[in-house]
């Protein structure tokens, strides 16, 4: 009897201690300065969570000053997250865009308006039917101009809409970009049904609320 006591006292201790260490880990990644990315070749970036990669990349994409958008993984705890283990909860990654602009012609600021017009700033935990801490919404700060922007922004949707808005604010770390598979998807894969029946519509519901940051082509 004794044995069991002790062999159930052990396995109690055991994940308590790993349940701390991977608490320990994740906090890790909240605090302390964020990493800021220099500008190259006249080009910033910018990093943001908000539900499915393949909808929040086009978004970005669309828009003014914007020349790329890529599709990764952030704001968790693990190193080289994928989209299986993400997927998990488990590693406190959130699918994330890197979003390569041009400062001189779109704004972070810009960036940030566009972040919280392409989704619902309510939504804990995932954006439409997608669910999940892999899909919540974060957006990741450089310095302190750029957390400045982004409280004053959440604050005033937040007066506005008089409801808490979902978006974390978390000091940005480290971007993990994608499998291959992932990248352009929404453009290269039109006909998938998810493409059309989700991203699509978040597209457009976007274009309709901010047509004057969009490309000509657009």
Request: glycine residues 6%; contains cysteine; hydrophobic residues 35%.
């Amino acid at each position: 009897m004794n044995r069991i006591v002790t062999l159930v006292l052990f396995i109690v201790l055991f994940n308590c201690r790993n349940n701390a260490q991977e608490n320990a880990k994740q906090q890790a990644t909240e605090v302390g300065p964020p990493v800021e990315v220099p500008i190259k070749n006249g080009k910033a970036r910018a990093y943001f969570a908000s539900g499915c990669f393949w909808c929040v990349e086009a978004i970005y994409e669309s828009v003014k000053g914007v020349d790329e958008a890529i599709s990764g993984y952030s704001g968790g705890h693990t190193q080289n997250p994928t989209y299986e283990s993400s997927n998990t909860g488990r590693t406190g990654h959130a699918e994330a865009v890197e979003v390569i602009y041009n400062p001189n012609v779109v704004s972070f600021e810009t960036l940030v308006d566009v972040y919280f017009a392409s989704q619902n700033p309510t939504q804990v935990n995932g954006q439409g039917p997608d669910r999940g801490s892999q899909y919540r919404s974060i957006i990741f700060y450089q310095n302190k101009a750029q957390k400045d922007i982004i409280i004053k922004k959440k604050e005033a949707l937040a007066q506005k809409l008089n409801a808490s808005i979902a978006a974390e604010v978390l000091p940005f770390k480290k971007f993990w970009k994608a499998e291959d598979y992932h990248q352009n998807y929404e453009r290269l894969h039109p006909n998938n049904s998810y493409i059309r029946n989700v991203s699509i519509p978040r597209l457009k519901r976007f274009q309709t609320k901010m047509p004057e940051v969009l490309k000509k082509e657009h």
